[in-house]
């Protein structure tokens, strides 16, 4: 499996923002689409948004108009920039990516997830 590892979680106030980042690390050829879930504390994993390799985004209603999904061909890395942050959207927010390296296509790889909270 390829490492996936994502950073810029924390805990903000509500109305502020954060910018998480997530890359895979070894030898990587590229990455195909990549994607931003979260989970609640007992709730389902939901998709947040996705990026495909050419830059077309989509995003579940309760983010769209304040998160932003973009991405680094060259360093294989997938942002989320929040903005406006509301406290339901604390979670744990987990990238996702179809990843090629040198030896392998992994068409589904997750991170370790890193936790957001947003307090009121």
């Known amino acids: 499996q390829v490492p996936l590892v994502e950073s810029g979680g924390g805990l903000v106030q509500s109305g502020r923002s954060l910018r998480l980042s997530c890359a895979p690390s070894?030898?990587?050829?590229?990455?195909?689409?990549m994607a931003w879930y979260r989970q609640a504390p007992g709730k389902q994993r939901d998709l947040v948004a996705t990026?495909?390799?050419?830059?077309?985004?989509d995003y579940s209603d309760s983010v769209k108009g304040r998160f932003t999904i973009s991405r680094d061909n060259a360093k294989n890395t997938v942002y989320l920039q929040m903005n406006g942050l509301k406290p339901d959207d604390t979670a744990t927010y987990y990238c996702?990516?179809?990843?090629?390296?040198?030896?392998?296509?992994?068409?589904?790889?997750w991170g370790q997830g890193t936790q957001v909270t947003v307090s009121s």
């Open positions: 996702n990516a179809q990843i090629m390296t040198t030896t392998h296509y992994y068409p589904d790889v």
């Open positions: 070894g030898n990587i050829i590229k990455t195909h689409n």
């Open positions: 990026i495909t390799r050419g830059g077309n985004t």
